[in-house]
């Protein structure tokens, strides 16, 4: 499985701006993942009131390069123009799994 970790720090963010982002990634994400080979998952989590984190699960880095120009124009619209700087991203292939 290909991990990929994004972290995103954020200018001042009010209420309303993490609430219209986090709409636009239940309204956008699901729509672009269900079609896309290798999916496995996503966690979003605000870490911080401007600060969030996106965990992406897939089957092999292929899988994931292949989805991610999809989410363009949404990261253009609605997360792009309120970032404080560059995310910084990690990823890899997972060694080691445990699953319920």
């Known amino acids: ?5 994004g972290h995103f720090r954020f200018g001042s963010l009010t209420d309303g701006d ?11 994400i699901p729509p672009i993942v269900s079609g896309s080979p290798g999916f496995r998952g996503v966690y979003f989590t605000w870490v911080a009131d401007d600060d969030l984190m996106a965990v992406w699960l897939w089957d092999q880095e292929a899988d994931w390069d292949a989805a ?20 910084s991203r990690a990823s890899g292939d997972a060694f080691f799994e445990v699953m319920p």
């Open 68 to 87: 991610f120009p999809k989410f363009g124009p949404s990261l253009q619209e609605n997360v792009i123009p309120h970032l404080a700087g560059p995310p």
């Open 1 to 5: 499985m290909f991990v990929n970790v």
């Open 18 to 28: 993490r609430q219209r982002m986090t709409a636009s990634f239940e309204r956008d």
